[in-house]
């Protein structure tokens, strides 16, 4: 079944930004609702955004206004934008199929000055 990679995790100063990738493999990720959790150190997972296979997007309240999830589906890709990022923003970030047990394996975001 398909494999999920993401890409993109950096260190960054307070109030930059960052893209994501989720790239998919062996599979076509058109089929598929998507997601982008996140877990910060000694922390739990917990979901940032959300996307369907038709464009309909949902955000966690830490990142409506800040946080842009979108698709590419010619691409098997999924992004993340990120902006004005924050400390507390510090975790690993993970791409999601929704409704599956498949995740990528992570990429580092640290916030820091």
């Known amino acids: 079944q398909v494999q999920l990679v993401e890409s993109g995790g950096d260190l960054v100063e307070p109030g930059g930004s960052l893209t994501l990738s989720c790239v998919g493999h062996?599979?076509?990720?058109?089929?598929?609702?998507m997601a982008w959790y996140r877990q910060p150190p000694g922390k739990s997972r917990e979901v940032v955004a959300s996307i369907a296979t038709y464009g309909r997007t949902g955000y966690a309240d830490f990142a409506e206004g800040r946080f842009s999830i979108s698709r590419d589906n010619p691409k098997a890709t999924v992004y993340l934008q990120m902006n004005n990022l924050k400390p507390e923003d510090t975790a690993v970030y993970f791409c999601h199929i929704e409704r599956s047990d498949i995740w990528g394996q992570g990429t580092q975001v640290t916030v820091s000055s």
């Open positions: 062996g599979g076509w990720l058109s089929m598929y609702d």
